[in-house]
């Protein structure tokens, strides 16, 4: 065989072999996706113009029938912005240019009202939206333009749900027993409320206090295929069907792994966030979305965050605990994916005025159009979304 060729297959053998090993550091392919985070975690930085080449502002309007104080769950279809403000119990309806289009706002005890609005969800082909309501242990159901259409009562008190082709999934984060010490965390109901199945037994994962089990609950994104759960004290991402749950994303790690020693010292009546986190160990998933090839979620370790973003077709994976905002150097708070752009908030009351002092004295450059927008907005008005498109990768 010629020399030439034979060195050419060995170099080709090595790359293989390294680049097989290097992979396996990060990711295992198999039923689901695992993700060694004692090996991808990092504090290198990574610049936002990596990740994103253009950015837009959209000041969400300000009147006094829309006006809310924060953004608890947010949900983009077909560019059409829902808002839940859970202070003031009400789902906001924008446009993708921000103007204000509707609202659901039924708090109290009538039977078209709720008492405790803890989640909501949408249909966009019936163009419904449907409430779950902690207290009234319902779905309440209402049209875009804030019209009550029917009540879907339940059997269980749940903290969390999505809708899919009629059914539900929902989250309960008690037992129905306060003596129960093994019950099933996700029920599926169909469009009655009555219980279809029950599955994820709540004794193999570690359950902290219940104040966060109820405040956090259980978080769910509508994908194109099927539905992705997570919730506290939790290193997994599930994959939910008609009939089936199933992990989808998985992070391993032995440096982080939250233990029941870790939350042996903290109840209900006894509970500090700042302490369990001095524990330096991962709580919680958050924000988790996906577009095209690409999800995108945040873990907390300790009291610091880090923010991944997974390419399902490349398997390329970045993980840093020091993202730089070098396009905007607004530092918004990074919502979900949504057609391929992210989309983050700016809070009027945490940044405007610094942001103003910034652009006055001449430290902060920002483009014409950027100033301007930022300048006359009152630091008493609705948030401002920032959308980012991201690169092509």
């Known amino acids: 065989m010629n020399s030439i060729l034979v060195k050419s297959l060995i170099l080709v053998a090595f790359c293989f072999i390294n680049f097989s090993c290097n992979r396996d550091k990060m990711i295992k392919s198999g039923s689901h996706i695992v993700i060694d985070l004692d090996s991808v ?148 109901c169909d469009s009655r409320g009555s219980i279809k199945w029950e599955k994820l037994n709540s004794d193999s994962f ?28 939790c290193n997994s991402i599930y994959s939910l069907t008609g009939n089936s749950v199933k992990p989808f994303i998985e992070l391993k790690t032995k440096q982080f792994k939250l233990t029941i020693s870790d939350l042996e010292p903290f109840n209900l009546d006894n509970y500090s966030y700042y302490k369990l986190a001095e524990a330096g160990k991962l709580t919680c998933i958050e924000n988790y979305s996906e577009s095209g090839n690409i999800a995108f979620f945040s873990v907390s370790i300790g009291l610091k965050q880090a923010k991944i973003f997974y390419f399902f077709d490349t398997e390329r994976i970045i993980c840093t605990r020091r993202l730089v905002d070098d396009l905007t150097s607004l530092y918004p708070s990074f919502l979900q994916l949504n057609n391929y752009k992210m989309v983050a908030c700016l809070s009027p009351s945490v940044k405007i005025g610094k942001l103003k002092d910034s652009i006055s004295s001449g430290k902060l450059n920002l483009p014409g159009a950027v100033r301007e927008t930022i300048l006359r907005y009152d630091e008493n008005s609705n948030p401002i979304l920032v959308v980012f498109e991201l690169k092509k990768h």
């Open 206 to 233: 570690l359950r902290g206090p219940d104040i966060i089990h109820h405040i956090q609950g259980g978080n769910f994104f509508g994908a194109a295929d099927d539905i992705k759960f997570y919730m506290p004290f």
């Open 41 to 188: 975690l990092s504090d290198t930085t990574v610049l936002y113009s990596e990740l994103f080449s253009n950015y837009e502002l959209i000041p969400l309007e300000n009147k006094e029938e829309c006006a809310f104080s924060s953004i608890d769950k947010v949900k983009i279809l077909n560019d059409t912005i829902f808002i839940m403000d859970m202070t003031t119990r009400s789902v906001y309806i924008f446009s993708p240019e921000g103007k204000f289009l509707g609202k659901v706002c039924r708090p109290g005890r009538g039977p078209e009202e709720y008492l405790g609005a803890v989640d909501f969800d949408i249909d966009p082909f019936e163009r419904l939206i449907f409430i779950l309501d902690w207290s009234g242990r319902k779905i309440n159901v209402y049209d875009f333009n804030g019209n009550f259409c029917r009540k879907i009562v339940l059997e269980n008190r749940y903290s969390g749900f999505a809708a899919r082709d009629g059914n539900f999934f929902l989250y309960m984060p008690f037992p129905k027993l306060k003596d129960e010490d093994d019950y099933r965390l996700i029920h599926f």
